[in-house]
């Protein structure tokens, strides 16, 4: 599900050149309006009959300084990853996971408020409240035998949220932001200084590790977890306290 369908079409083509068993069915919809979401859900369930796992990845990011953030960029950003996140979620339990007493729903989130990464005020905000609703939705839908768990990626090289984030010349400009995703011609995040950032594992984050953590979260062997917030990061949570400082250029520029 994305807004655009003309991306979906691409997307959905490519998983089932890669699928043994499944098809994959592409519908437009937008995670900020219920009745968009629900309407997906229908659709998905007319198809399918139900749905067993839910995962809400829908996000916006960019780097922007408080004092230059508009009320409307925080806003989207809330709208898309915490509003996006409750509506796909309500629209799945009450269409399907709710009457079959069972399901699992995976909302992937980041570590950006955990130490008030620099830059961050929406994106850490809007996934504060999506690490929230996974804690409150695991205990309100518990008794239905429907798991909710959430994943905390760290950097994950290769993907658009790389791009948007890793070129610090980008900050406060949402049109060179949105070129630099779409063309993924910024400099990366490893150029810039984050691939020599104490991480315990040494390398950054490849999508199979985001890949690998959704389907143990989905599959049997976590039957009996609800309400976690996995962090797949390398460790890097532990060691790296604020993303941002680790960009001599962002330190002598904030100075």
């Known amino acids: 599900m994305s807004r655009k369908a003309e991306k979906l079409i691409a997307v959905a083509a490519e998983l ?3 699928s043994q068993t499944g098809t994959c069915l592409a519908i437009p919809g937008d995670v900020r309006d219920f009745d968009s979401c629900a309407n997906v859900v229908r659709q998905v369930i007319e198809r399918f009959g139900k749905v067993d796992i839910l995962v809400n990845g829908a996000a916006g990011n960019f780097l922007a300084s408080a004092e230059k953030l508009s009320t ?3 806003r989207t950003v809330m709208e898309i990853d915490t509003l996006g996140t409750f509506n796909m979620s309500k629209a799945v339990f009450i269409h399907s996971m709710k009457a079959k007493r069972s399901g699992c729903i995976i909302n992937i ?3 950006l408020h955990w130490n008030g990464s620099a830059l961050q005020a929406h ?3 809007a996934k504060a409240g999506v690490d929230a609703l996974t804690k409150v939705l695991a205990v309100e839908w518990g008794p239905y035998n429907i798991r909710v768990n959430g994943i905390v990626p760290g950097a994950i090289k290769g993907t658009e949220g790389f791009e948007r984030l890793g070129n610090l010349s980008l900050m406060n400009n949402k049109e060179a932001t949105n070129q630099a995703a779409a063309s ?3 400099s990366s995040i490893a150029s810039n200084g984050l691939a020599a950032m104490p991480i315990p594992m040494q390398r950054l984050g490849e999508v199979q590790d985001i890949g690998n953590a959704a389907l143990y979260l989905a599959g049997p062997a976590a039957d009996y977890v609800t309400g976690w917030n996995m962090v797949v990061d390398g460790g890097s949570w ?8 680790a960009y001599p250029n962002f330190t002598e ?3």
């Not at 532990?238 to 400082?245: H, I, S, Y």
């Open 16 to 18: 089932d050149a890669v």
């Open 72 to 74: 409307n960029g925080f």
């Open 109 to 111: 989130s980041a570590e």
């Open 123 to 125: 994106s850490s905000a």
């Open 184 to 186: 993924k011609s910024s």
């Open 238 to 245: 532990l060691t790296v306290p604020n993303m941002m400082f």
């Open 253 to 255: 520029m904030w100075a």
